[in-house]
């Protein structure tokens, strides 16, 4: 049986993505799902390849017991796009970076994140780097909210239920 396959991107890989990562991984884990869905996460920028996720970004996760220590960016490649059914931009730059690579065909694998948290009237994920640690709590919020709904439509999707 294949694996769902999900890949969070942003621009560094050590910020928003390897958060939404986290959060993701989390709630498969609890929804019992973790060997029916794949989660990846990566940067459309090489600035940090093979570092591990920003400490503010690891605190602010572990405060809400996500632990991201094990987690290193890599660099998006076109392959992801073959690789992976959801590949999910954090905010329209990197949405249109991705949509460059997408190979013929796979650009519907493409979603801002937040398409998938309607109700928050907000369309991209602010990138917390050059901000204070607030902006890590925000992203966090932002993110679990956009993750339920992704779960939600993999489950649906896919006809995923935890006691399969």
Known sequence: MNKISVLFVCMGNICRSPTAHGVFLDMVNKAELEDRIKVDS???HAYHVAEP???RAQEAALKRDVDLSGLRARKAVQNDFYEYDYVIAMDNSNFSSLL???PE???DKLKLFLEYAPHLDVTE???PYYG???GFERVLDLIEAASEGLLEDVKKHHNLNSTD
Do not use: Q
């Open 53 to 55: 996720p920003d400490p």
């Open 105 to 107: 065909g796979h650009e």
């Open 42 to 44: 990566a940067g459309t």
């Open 132 to 134: 204070g640690r607030n």
């Open 100 to 102: 460059s690579m997408a």
């Open 125 to 127: 994920v602010p990138d």
